[in-house]
């Protein structure tokens, strides 16, 4: 799609939303001539935060609290939120008419003229994303221009950035699998693909793990193969899912595949590193394998590690209080997430957990916490199948909590010095909270109030 094809045309934004997407994409089609409409379910009072920022533009109208399918039929274009299924009945629509049908990851690949590096996977992405960047960013001898990060992980709207984008630059993106499904409707796949694991996540929109793991591997099918500049994409050894797609591409004409484990770690690297637990050695091991692939040194790694802190809401230190230590691990929306949590820590973990129900199993979560975890305070609608598991697995040390200020108040109460306090929910936030941000900025809240009462 050309830069200037929107001029004039009817653009149709599905979903404005309140992180972004929908807000990148309707800035850069209403500044390229177009006239745009912004269609969303949600009403005036949720979306205001949003609205405000595009008063500047004249030529965007809003039709809001539900959708009107006569403007799906009636449009040029239709740019769709990722959380929008590829299936959605109004999509449908529009394609039986002939709207082209896109979004805003697809026209950033359409249009980026760098380089672009996507990673996903269930857990670590937002992180490995991150140190990627960093470690490009800090190679002293560098033949490219500047990193860019973007994507999922949401600091910086995809769109907008195009026109700062070099051609010498590299773009660093964490994709979701809904955006990789996006990507995969025009057939669009980064040149150099990583993926850090696969495990159950999405269930309420995917049905099956079958079906999550087949969203996820369109970034590894559908990437361009080359002899002359070869698709790299690189796999967890760690991950029997990830380990069987490296079998199953490795043998690929065009193609580089490329493993990684937390184990090519070596010591004086992790003497530099400050994140805790093998799982963000995993991540610092996935993002060394892509610096590799643009003769980053193990030396110039080990120099430029010890500068990267913790993301926020991703085992972030929140703070210390009498010899407790408290983090904020918000972003852990999966059971797995939370195992990896409490598996970071060798002192005595008290939990937090719980949230909004995607329909995934808490077994495996609720035999290390019996196991390994002081005592866990859970929150939100998946609270009493949590505590189920737990006690299933033999332990009587969970307790159901009303709010999260009533989990973070009772977890003061009960941790001695030496112990480690960790929001990791299991869970999305979407039953209590506007976003897993807003989740972790209260628990950070409530946390600093602590220093006041204790």
């Given at each position: ?342 598996e970071a820590f060798d002192k005595p973990v008290i939990l937090i957990a719980g949230g909004y129900d995607k329909h995934l199993p808490f077994d495996e979560l609720g035999v290390l916490i019996a196991r390994k975890v002081k005592n866990t305070f859970l929150i939100g609608q998946t609270a009493s199948k949590i505590k189920a598991a737990v006690e299933n697995a033999g332990n009587n040390n969970s307790y159901i909590c009303n709010s999260l200020e009533q989990a973070v108040e009772s977890a003061a109460k009960i941790a001695s010095e030496g112990d480690i306090v960790v929001l990791s929910p299991a869970c999305a936030s979407y039953d209590m909270f506007e976003n897993y941000e807003h989740r972790g900025r209260v628990f950070c809240r409530l946390v600093n109030e602590l220093t006041k009462k204790l």
């Open positions: 799609m050309p830069i200037d094809s929107f001029e004039n045309k009817r653009v149709l934004i599905m979903g404005l939303g309140q992180f972004g997407g929908g807000l990148d994409a309707a800035m850069f089609a209403a500044e390229r001539g177009a006239n745009v409409i912004i269609t969303d379910t949600a009403d005036i009072e949720k979306l205001r935060d949003s609205m405000e920022k595009l008063q500047q533009y004249p030529n965007i109208e809003y039709h809001l609290g539900g959708h009107l399918e006569k403007d799906f039929e009636q449009t040029d274009i239709l740019i769709v939120n990722p959380a929008v299924p590829n299936e959605n009945k109004y999509v449908l629509a529009a394609l039986q008419k002939n709207v082209y049908v896109t979004s805003q990851i697809s026209i950033f690949f359409d249009l980026c003229p760098a380089k672009i590096i996507g990673i996903t996977g269930s857990n670590g992405k937002s992180t490995t994303a991150s140190i990627t960047a960093h470690l490009l960013s800090s190679e002293n001898n560098r033949k490219y221009g500047n990193v860019r990060l973007s994507g999922n992980i949401g600091n910086a709207p995809l769109l907008m950035l195009l026109t700062q984008i070099k051609s010498d630059d590299l773009v660093v993106l964490e994709l979701s699998s809904f955006q990789i499904e996006q990507l995969a409707l025009h057939k669009q796949a980064p040149q150099i693909s990583l993926i850090t694991n696969l495990l159950p996540n999405h269930l309420d929109r995917y049905g099956t793990f079958e079906k999550y793991c087949q969203a996820k591997e369109h970034l590894f099918r559908l990437q361009k193969l080359d002899e002359t500049s070869p698709a790299v994409s690189i796999f967890n050894t760690e991950n029997d899912i990830t380990l069987g797609w490296y079998e199953k591409y490795k043998n690929d004409n065009g193609r580089k595949c490329l493993m990684f484990s937390a184990d090519d770690i070596n010591d004086s690297i992790i003497s530099s590193f400050s994140l805790p637990g093998r799982i963000n050695l995993s991540n610092l091991a996935a993002a060394r394998s892509i610096a590799r692939c643009f003769d980053v040194s193990d030396e110039n790694i080990e120099k430029s590690i010890n500068s990267f802190k913790a993301l926020a809401n991703r085992l972030q230190f929140a703070a210390e209080i009498n010899g407790v230590k408290w983090y904020n691990d918000s972003k852990s929306t999966t059971p797995e997430s939370a195992m990896a949590a409490i």
